[in-house]
């Protein structure tokens, strides 16, 4: 998305509040923008950092041309700081280098933006001390949190912040688009329910280490169903030495996701739904006579609590560890 015409496409609401401020000249001084990877989060913070500084711009839309925008870009303007997590958070050292920025004068302009990708990762120090930006705002000053889910952030950071929701985009239509694109209808399939940008899909489509971990995670599924005393030697032999990083461990959990809902399909008769298994599948069988109904959505609310506590830091083994024994009780 790089126009916000494009924007408007794929989320209207969230383009027309902040284009109608724009337009004003009221854009707030702090968005904390909500969204599922893919909805577009990034790209919209990089539209309203270029309309901020761009020299040429269209009523609403930046050149994508000047030496502003060029720079905003390849993240080289002086006066835009975008603030990732250092590992799996966003630390307090990192907010102190940031005030330390601001505390100059802008070196280009007077007006100054930061960007926090990842907000719903800062440390509790690190959110308590980004307070302090947002209780004494700055008219030159536009602050962006961008997050998965905003309920992970403190409600004194949200409260002082307009927050933009961002809606899921349409699985189907997004496959089609895959299809459309070259893939095949079953990676298309797949890659439309952990993803919902283009370039990712593609990417995963094509990774030898991705291709492994919808391996393991298939043989995971049936162990626990046919093999369950070989389950807690599986994780520690395979599965945790190949989920290494947290990005992995996510995605780990998001296929484990889309197995088990799989699994509650097939016992409904909602066969179309699935993703990861065919109807004709022994190994489906084999766990829907293992696994109830019941059952399966405990198992689902253990992965989405399991993620949920890999965002808040607990260690990814232990992690996984007691979800496993969640799924064998």
Request: with cysteine; net charge negative; charged share 25%.
């Amino acid at each position: 998305m790089k126009t916000w015409s494009d924007v408007a496409e794929i989320q209207p609401l969230a383009s027309k509040i902040i284009t109608n401020s724009i337009r004003k000249g009221r854009v707030s001084h702090a968005y904390l923008i909500q969204g599922a990877r893919g909805t577009g989060k990034e790209a919209i913070a990089l539209l309203i950092t270029k309309g901020l500084f761009c020299e040429n711009k269209t009523d609403v839309e930046p050149c994508h041309e000047c030496n502003a925008c060029k720079r905003i870009a390849s993240g080289n303007h002086p006066d835009v700081h975008w603030i990732e997590p250092d590992g799996r958070s966003i630390k307090i050292e990192q907010i102190r280098d940031l005030q330390k920025e601001f505390s100059y004068s802008g070196l280009e302009s007077t007006r100054k933006v930061y960007v926090i990708s990842g907000a719903d990762t800062l440390t509790v120090n690190a959110a308590n001390r980004i307070l302090k930006f947002l209780e004494e705002p700055s008219k030159t000053t536009t602050a962006m949190m961008l997050t998965d889910n905003s309920q992970s952030i403190i409600p004194t950071v949200r409260s002082r912040c307009q927050i933009i929701d961002l809606q899921p985009l349409n699985p189907l239509l997004f496959q089609k688009q895959l299809v459309e694109s070259g893939m095949s209808e079953t990676n298309a399939t797949l890659m439309s329910a952990l993803t919902n940008n283009s370039d990712e899909a593609f990417d995963l489509s094509e990774d030898e280490w991705f291709a492994q971990a919808r391996k393991l995670m298939v043989q995971l599924v049936d162990t626990f169903s046919s093999k369950p005393d070989d389950v807690y030697l599986f994780i520690h032999q395979h599965w945790i030495p190949h989920f290494k990083e947290r990005t992995q461990q996510e995605q780990g959990f998001d296929l484990l996701l889309l197995a088990f809902k799989d699994i509650l399909y097939f016992h409904i008769g909602n066969e179309e739904s699935m993703v990861i298994f065919t109807p004709n599948d022994e190994r489906l069988e084999r766990a829907a006579r293992y696994f109830s109904q019941e059952k399966l959505l405990g198992i689902l609310n253990a992965l989405l609590q399991a993620k949920r506590n890999l965002k808040q830091n607990v260690h990814p083994t232990l992690v996984m560890e007691q979800l496993t024994l969640q799924i064998q009780r």
